[in-house]
């Protein structure tokens, strides 16, 4: 439980982080440190030189930009649901914010963080993925924006390069569409074993779903059946086209099964909200 030995910086600014993740060998950003140093203790991951970014408060804000929120990457899970925009604009953020780990979790660990570390099991990329948000990413190269569907790539694999420093997440205000993020887990303050993110509005339904493959995933033939069929068309192909892992948490078999009786509950829910 002890990790392997390793340089540590403190970065002062997004530009001089993006310098020393080029200038040192095996660099890796460090935010709230909730994924990433449990991983190192157990010496799955061993950086040569930590980058500190985690006392970056310009990375540290919810803004209103008119149709979206910009939500800096370094804003806490705390942030997220208890900011006051977040909770009026985009409220299906803020709960799933306040479902993550436990208080110390969520008091640590960072929406950037989250996102960046591509964990199929996590909520928040499937939240982000689910609203169709844009992801604003600074490299040597100047700044870029990826959209979610481009992101999430793989197991731990997203579209940020080693010298990429993601900065902000923007996200479309949900004004009367309504929603709903139903998780199952078998231990309180635990990963989802499956998760099913739903967005409704006018007859439409956006579905994505956490921990049914080797990302976050839209359910795309869930969306087209809830066009023609409503809740329980939908459902019954939530888990068309994805592959979810065997694990010591549930069979690939039960997570099909779990992602069909959640989607028809979280499709109803989003539609009575
Ligand atoms: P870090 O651990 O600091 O970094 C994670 C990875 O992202 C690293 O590779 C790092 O280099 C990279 N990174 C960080 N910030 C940036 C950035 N701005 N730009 C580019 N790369 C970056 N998560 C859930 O979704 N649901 C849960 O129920 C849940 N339960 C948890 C329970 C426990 C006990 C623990 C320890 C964690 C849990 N988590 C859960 C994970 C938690 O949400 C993490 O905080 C989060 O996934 C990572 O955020 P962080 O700021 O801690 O990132």
Avoid at 227 to 236: D, F, I, K, M, V
Avoid at 251 to 270: D, I, M, N, P
Wanted: aromatic residues 6%.
């Amino acid at each position: 439980m002890i990790p392997a030995p390793f340089e540590y910086e403190v970065a002062g600014s997004v530009e001089e982080a993006v310098e020393l993740l080029g200038a040192r060998e095996d660099a890796k950003l460090l935010a709230g440190g909730h994924s990433l140093l449990p991983l190192m203790k157990l010496r799955f991951a061993r950086p040569g030189t930590l980058v500190d970014i985690g006392r970056l408060e310009e990375l540290r804000y919810v803004r209103d930009d008119g149709e979206r929120l910009a939500i800096g990457a370094l804003s806490r899970h705390r942030d997220l649901q208890t900011d006051p925009l977040v909770q009026e604009h985009c409220p299906i953020l803020s709960y799933t914010a306040g479902l993550i780990g436990d208080a110390q979790v969520r008091h640590r660990g960072t929406i950037g963080g989250s996102v960046a570390h591509g964990d199929p099991a996590s909520d928040l990329p499937t939240i982000v993925l689910a609203l169709d948000a844009e992801l604003v990413v600074r490299g040597p190269g100047g700044e870029r924006t990826v959209p979610a569907p481009e992101f999430f790539r793989s197991v731990f694999e997203t579209a940020l390069e080693p010298q990429d420093v993601l900065t902000e997440i923007r996200v479309s205000k949900l004004g009367e569409t309504g929603w709903s993020y139903l998780k199952f887990n078998r231990r309180a303050q635990d990963w989802a074993t499956v998760g099913v993110a739903a967005l409704v509005s006018d007859g439409d339904a956006r579905i994505a779903l956490t921990s049914m493959g080797p990302a976050p995933m839209r359910a795309r033939a869930a969306e087209e059946a809830y066009r023609s069929g409503g809740a329980e068309a939908a459902a019954a192909v939530a888990d068309e086209d994805t592959t979810p892992p065997t694990d010591t948490a549930a069979t690939s078999e039960y997570r099909r099964h779990l992602a069909r009786v959640l989607a028809v509950k979280a499709l109803e829910e989003a539609a009575a909200r």
